[in-house]
């Protein structure tokens, strides 16, 4: 039995590359070219930066969250617009903005943070400045203000 470890070993390398390779990648072939992951928006993604009403009205509601989450004991001054916004499409956007904070005991400093926010409502538009209407799925940044 000592003689042949090695060659069952190969042998079940073998065997399991080659099953690999002939049952499991066609059916990942198969499932990626279906319709299973596709989802139909008008919103399409961009690798590049974007300036639309949807992404400043996504840059506002990052600001209120913001707002809402350092509390009243800090001052907070927002630009007009951000330094970059991205959209991954599906109406899924990235703001990426500075934030300029000032409280009692740490004095002003100037933050940069990132806000992943979500439209809920697909290509339905009319409620966009409802903030119910958004989910902020990440936020980072401004953990040590």
Same mark, same amino acid.
């Given at each position: 039995?000592?003689k042949y470890?090695?060659?069952?070993?190969?042998?079940?390398?073998?065997?399991?590359?080659?099953?690999?390779?002939?049952?499991?990648?066609?059916?990942?072939?198969?499932?990626v070219a279906?319709?299973?992951?596709?989802?139909?928006? *008008?919103? &399409?993604?961009?690798?590049?930066?974007?300036? /639309?009403?949807?992404?400043?009205? =996504?840059?506002?509601?990052?600001?209120? !969250?913001?707002?809402?989450?350092?509390?009243?004991?800090?001052?907070?001054?927002?630009?007009?617009?951000?330094?970059?916004?991205?959209?991954?499409? *599906?109406? &899924?956007?990235?703001?990426?903005?500075?934030? /300029?904070?000032?409280?009692?005991? =740490?004095?002003?400093?100037?933050?940069? !943070?990132?806000?992943?926010?979500?439209?809920?409502?697909?290509?339905?538009e009319e409620?966009?400045?409802?903030?119910?209407?958004?989910?902020?799925?990440?936020?980072?940044?401004?953990?040590?203000?």
């Open positions: 039995m000592k470890r090695t060659l069952l070993l190969v042998a079940g390398l073998a065997v399991l590359l080659l099953s690999q390779y002939k049952l499991v990648m066609p059916v990942i072939y198969k499932v279906s319709d299973l992951f596709l989802v139909d928006s *008008n919103d &399409q993604a961009s690798s590049l930066p974007i300036s /639309t009403p949807l992404s400043a009205i =996504a840059f506002m509601h990052c600001n209120n !969250y913001i707002k809402s989450e350092l509390g009243s004991d800090a001052t907070v001054i927002f630009p007009e617009k951000p330094l970059n916004a991205y959209t991954f499409g *599906n109406y &899924q956007y990235l703001i990426s903005a500075e934030v /300029t904070l000032t409280r009692d005991t =740490a004095g002003t400093s100037t933050k940069k !943070y990132v806000c992943r926010i979500t439209y809920n409502k697909g290509d339905n409620g966009a400045l409802d903030f119910d209407n958004w989910s902020i799925i990440g936020l980072s940044g401004l953990k040590d203000s």
